[in-house]
């Protein structure tokens, strides 16, 4: 490769989102080799209805390592264990739950990005410090001790996709059993989605965020209905700032719903 050359292939990298060095040694994962051994075998779906039927041989999944899990410590400990997502071998670390795990409303959001990626809790960033101030105008925060002022937070993909390129669906098959025992175990009373991959995910819908968002709807977990709330993903208010206005309505009707109930 010629210096030209190789500064045009460093040029469509950055292009494509591969702004970072995540590792010492170059690893070219178009190799045959590399790309073999990066796909994950055995499809397995997770019965459940919150999640559309994966098609076959598609969707890679983990119900049982899941299943097996009967505290949110033991899914954060098999997720450090999980190696078959390829999302692992480029975070940085794991990236699984932020807040009180006792809270009453749970915050899904879509996978973790920069910022995330480093301190290993979701919203870290900037889309979290919006996030975290809307939470506080209803009067919630993930720090609070109490399960009514409290927020528990989590994201569809628990490793950051590297240039926060979308996740693939065996990528997400991979995450979503851990996600859906999560919500099985943490047992929230409603589930706010950040954005739409959790929001079509946890209701089998795929209907535009702007018409989903503000309507209460319910994600079927395992048996169990559980309410939920759509609304606009806090990066999106970040370069939408007059979108804000439609998520705030979606925050009081948060506010409103648990004072109702
Ligand atoms: N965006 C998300 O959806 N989740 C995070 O944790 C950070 C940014």
Same mark, same amino acid.
């Given at each position: 490769?010629?210096?030209?050359?190789?500064?045009?292939?460093?040029?469509?990298?950055?292009?494509?989102?591969?702004?970072?060095?995540?590792?010492?040694?170059?690893?070219?994962?178009?190799?045959?080799?590399?790309?073999?051994?990066?796909?994950?075998?055995?499809?397995?779906?997770?019965?459940?209805?919150?999640?559309?039927?994966?098609?076959?041989?598609?969707?890679?999944?983990?119900?049982?390592?899941?299943?097996?899990?009967?505290?949110?410590?033991?899914?954060?400990?098999?997720?450090?264990?999980?190696?078959?997502?390829?999302?692992?071998?480029? @975070?940085? /670390?794991?990236?699984?739950?932020?807040?009180?795990?006792? +809270?009453?409303?749970? %915050?899904?959001? *879509? !996978?973790? $990005? &920069?910022?995330?990626?480093?301190?290993?809790?979701?919203? @870290?960033? /900037?889309?979290?410090?919006?996030?975290?101030?809307?939470? +506080?105008?209803?009067? %919630?925060?993930? *720090? !609070?001790? $109490? &399960?009514?002022?409290?927020?528990?937070?989590?994201?569809?993909?628990?490793?950051?996709?590297?240039?926060?390129?979308?996740?693939?669906?065996?990528?997400?098959?991979?995450?979503?059993?851990?996600?859906?025992?999560?919500?099985?175990?943490?047992?929230?009373?409603?589930?706010?989605?950040?954005?739409?991959?959790?929001?079509?995910?946890?209701?089998?819908?795929?209907?535009?965020?702007?018409?989903?968002?503000?309507?209460?709807?319910?994600?079927?977990?395992?048996?169990?209905?559980?309410?939920?709330?759509?609304?606009?993903?806090?990066?999106?208010?970040?370069?939408?700032?007059?979108?804000?206005?439609?998520?705030?309505?979606?925050?009081?009707?948060?506010?409103?719903?648990?004072?109702?109930?």
């Amino acid at each position: 490769m010629t210096p030209h050359e190789a500064a045009e292939a460093l040029r469509w990298l950055a292009e494509m989102g591969a702004d970072e060095i995540i590792g010492e040694e170059a690893v070219n994962r178009l190799a045959p080799a590399t790309v073999a051994a990066r796909v994950p075998a055995a499809p397995a779906v997770m019965a459940n209805p919150a999640v559309p039927e994966a098609r076959h041989g598609q969707a890679p999944s983990t119900p049982s390592q899941a299943a097996a899990c009967n505290s949110l410590a033991e899914i954060a400990a098999a997720l450090e264990a999980f190696d078959a997502c390829p999302l692992k071998k480029t @975070a940085t /670390r794991l990236c699984y739950t932020d807040g009180n795990p006792a +809270a009453r409303v749970m %915050l899904v959001g *879509e !996978a973790p $990005d &920069r910022d995330e990626d480093i301190q290993g809790k979701p919203f @870290a960033g /900037r889309s979290g410090q919006l996030l975290d101030r809307m939470l +506080a105008a209803i009067g %919630l925060s993930r *720090e !609070a001790s $109490d &399960r009514e002022n409290a927020v528990f937070i989590t994201n569809v993909i628990f490793w950051r996709p590297p240039g926060n390129r979308t996740p693939t669906e065996a990528e997400t098959q991979m995450c979503l059993p851990f996600l859906l025992r999560t919500i099985e175990l943490q047992k929230p009373d409603m589930i706010v989605c950040l954005g739409a991959a959790p929001a079509h995910r946890l209701t089998g819908r795929s209907d535009g965020m702007l018409k989903m968002r503000g309507r209460w709807t319910t994600a079927n977990v395992s048996g169990r209905k559980i309410s939920l709330l759509p609304t606009l993903h806090p990066a999106f208010l970040l370069r939408q700032p007059a979108q804000k206005r439609l998520a705030w309505r979606d925050f009081l009707m948060l506010r409103q719903a648990l004072d109702a109930h």
